[in-house]
């Protein structure tokens, strides 16, 4: 089964709202990654937390990092519409290995 | 820089045919990375090359499916005879040392 595993599945909300999205994994980590995905097009990297972090944060994203339950979260403040897209976690090994999990569709509505 | 680059874009080849999916690293990273994504099986990791070297094969499906990167700008994942199942988009992503991926736009194959 695939490393790194979202929740939920999709998400839907209202422009201004925060959309907060988790993945869970099930193996040590070097880092763990978020990515963005609009439709058709390749992955865009969000943001990398390395597996003695416990919190970064960039812009309107909060990334959070727990060891001991192997979890992570996304937070998006004041979402918007344009945040619109699919929204992955990759596991990187120490051996540099990366393993994706199989995505959060979000929605946002204006 | 112009970021990954791959081509073709769309392929479109029939069952039986060889294809060739083609891929240009950022320049300066020394990790590439082959992903094939499809609504079924999601973003599966292929293989990686760390500085030219072939790292981690385990993703590559079958024999059919071979990697090459002969350089440090250029690397081909090649796929001999293709089947209907392989229809995928193909993506290609490099980085630096453990920072994160940089994606190309994809090859979209779709084998008939």
């Known amino acids: 089964s695939q490393q790194g595993e979202e929740d939920p599945q999709a998400l839907s909300i209202q422009e201004g709202e925060n959309a907060t999205m988790n993945c869970s994994y099930k193996?040590?980590?070097?880092?763990l990654q978020w990515y963005r995905q609009n439709s058709g097009r390749g992955l865009v990297h969000l943001i990398l937390?390395?597996?003695?972090?416990r919190e970064k944060h960039s812009g309107r994203l909060r990334v959070t990092l727990d060891t001991s339950k192997k979890s992570s979260s996304l937070l998006i403040t004041a979402s918007r519409a344009a945040d619109t897209a699919s929204y992955f976690c990759?596991?990187?090994?120490?051996?540099?290995?990366?393993?994706f999990g199989d995505g959060t569709t979000l929605t946002v509505k204006p | 820089d112009a970021g990954v680059i791959q081509s073709p874009r769309h392929e479109v080849t029939e069952m039986g045919q060889e294809v060739t999916l083609r891929c240009k690293p950022i320049?300066?990273?020394?990790?590439l990375f082959w992903y094939r994504q499809t609504m079924m099986r999601g973003l599966e990791l292929l293989i990686y090359?760390?500085?030219?070297?072939?790292?981690?094969d385990s993703g590559m499906p079958e024999d059919r499916f071979s990697a090459k990167m002969p350089n440090a700008s250029f690397s081909t994942l090649k796929i001999q005879p293709s089947e209907p199942r392989d229809s995928a988009v193909y993506f290609c992503?490099?980085?630096?040392?453990?920072?994160?991926?940089?994606f190309g736009s994809g090859t979209r194959l779709t084998v008939v």
């Open positions: 992503a490099s980085s630096f040392e453990d920072y994160g991926y940089t």
């Open positions: 990759a596991t990187v090994t120490n051996a540099g290995k990366s393993t």
């Open positions: 937390i390395r597996s003695n972090e």
């Open positions: 090359f760390n500085n030219n070297v072939p790292i981690d």
């Open positions: 193996t040590s980590i070097n880092n």
């Open positions: 320049s300066g990273h020394n990790s």
